[in-house]
Each structure stands twice: as structure tokens, then as C-alpha cells.
């Protein structure tokens, strides 16, 4: 499989989203949110466009404090963490500003537990009015509703969806190595086996460029492949 992020329809909406973030009127807030149930790609996404920006990545955990994602924020700036909340506020304000580095936050759901972390995150954003992403499950754009103070600075929504044909094809296309061809029948087989989920179909996807290398195929067909599974042990 070919190291590349397959420029799916979910990878190509985020890409516009944090576009219009960053060349955005003056007086439009920069918040963008991403979300979507597990396994649709939004951390791979989220993984290749900050990168592309030399944005700051940090993921919240189950059991963070303000203080220790702060922390780690610094800690992702190059520097070590401040002993004092407010100085480390300060610091990652300074660094965001002077260098335009948006932030991403992954894993997001879990600000919504913690009213004093989400504030925090505003204070960043109000402080330095670079682009924030936030990304997260589902449920997240239903509960950050709540938080009309927060709410009310998103601009840019995307929300991440399963896999169409076309999106399955693209995948094939971009990840199969040596040319492999997989015919169309098999192709929605495998949308179909895996309900569209983005991580599942790349497992699977591996599985069907193994077995063309293994039987010298250049183009693989639903017949070919047979009942076996593309995730998970043969019943």
C-alpha cells in the first residue's frame, strides 16, 4: 500500500473548510469543527492538513486537566511547560500569534466535560484569533450547542460521512501498489462488508493487494476474492 492520504470527499471538504478558516473576512470567527462517528478518517485527515499548515496537534485524553492539556500544547511548541496555567496560556498565545500556527485539538468531546478546559480553549482563540479545530464524535456538534459563548465563534462545520462507491474507487486508486486494478463488483462488495467505514476498507483494501501479489493479478474481481472476509477471522 502506497503512503498517501486518498483524497476522499471527507478529506476534501476539511481541506476547503480550513481554507476558508485562514483567508477568512476580518469579523468572521475561526473555529471549525469536524465530526463524525468513529472510523470515518478524521484524525488521518486532520494528521495530513495540519501538516500541511504547521498547525499544533494535541489530542485530549479521558482524565486531562486544563492545566495538563496546556501542558502538552507547550510541550508540542518545543518548550517546557510553564509551573502557572495563566503563564502557559500566555506562552501559547505568543507562539500562535507570532508564527500564525492553527491549533487542532483531536478528541475533542471530552472539553465538553470540563467547562473550565473549553473556556481555556476560547481564551487561546480570543487571544490570538488564529484558526482552532476541534474534532470530535457525533455527538459533539449537539453538545457544544450548549456553549453558545463557544458556539457562536464556529464558522466552519464539516461532518464526516461513510464511503460511497466513488469514494471507495478513489481509495483504490490512490493506495493500491503496482498497479492493481479491483473491478467495480468487488469494490461496493467491499463498501457494502465494511458499512462505508474509511479504516475498515483500507484493511481491506490490503488484504485484496496481498492477494493479487500472491496470485499475480493485475485486476482483482468479486470472484476472484470469494467469501472470504476483509476484516476480522474467516467464519
Known amino acids: 500500500m502506497k503512503p498517501v492520504v486518498a483524497p476522499v470527499k471527507n478529506l476534501l471538504s476539511t481541506q476547503i473548510a480550513l481554507e476558508m478558516l485562514i483567508q477568512r473576512s476580518y469579523g468572521v470567527p475561526g473555529i471549525g ?3 463524525g ?3 470515518l478518517g478524521k484524525t488521518t485527515t486532520t494528521t495530513y492538513l495540519y501538516n500541511q ?3 499544533i496537534y494535541v489530542s485530549t485524553r479521558a482524565h486531562d486537566t486544563t492545566s495538563s492539556l496546556l501542558q502538552r500544547i507547550v510541550e508540542e511548541l518545543g ?4 509551573h502557572r496555567i495563566s503563564k502557559n496560556v500566555d506562552f501559547i498565545i505568543e507562539q500562535m500569534s507570532m508564527h500564525e500556527r492553527p491549533l487542532f485539538i483531536d478528541e475533542a468531546d471530552y472539553l465538553m466535560n470540563d467547562k473550565r478546559m473549553l473556556e481555556t480553549v476560547r481564551d487561546l482563540y480570543d487571544g ?3 484558526p482552532i479545530v476541534l474534532i470530535g464524535m457525533d455527538q459533539i456538534a449537539r453538545r457544544i450547542s450548549a456553549h453558545k459563548q463557544f458556539f457562536n465563534r464556529i464558522s466552519e462545520w464539516v461532518e464526516f460521512k461513510k464511503a460511497d462507491i466513488d469514494d471507495v474507487r478513489v481509495m483504490a486508486d490512490s493506495l493500491l501498489e503496482y498497479d492493481i486494478q479491483v473491478d467495480e463488483e468487488l469494490l461496493e462488495h467491499l463498501r457494502v462488508a465494511t458499512g462505508g467505514e474509511l479504516r475498515r ?3 481491506g483494501l490490503q488484504k485484496i493487494e496481498s492477494l493479487a501479489i500472491a496470485n499475480e493479478l493485475d485486476l482483482v474481481t468479486l470472484d476472484a476474492w470469494g467469501d472470504q472476509p476483509f476484516h476480522g477471522l474467516r467464519a
Open 201 to 203: 476498507i483500507t484493511i
Open 33 to 35: 469543527l469536524l465530526h
Open 37 to 39: 462517528g468513529s472510523g
Open 79 to 82: 518548550s517546557q511547560p510553564k
Open 128 to 130: 490570538t484569533e488564529v
Open 53 to 55: 499548515v504547521n498547525g
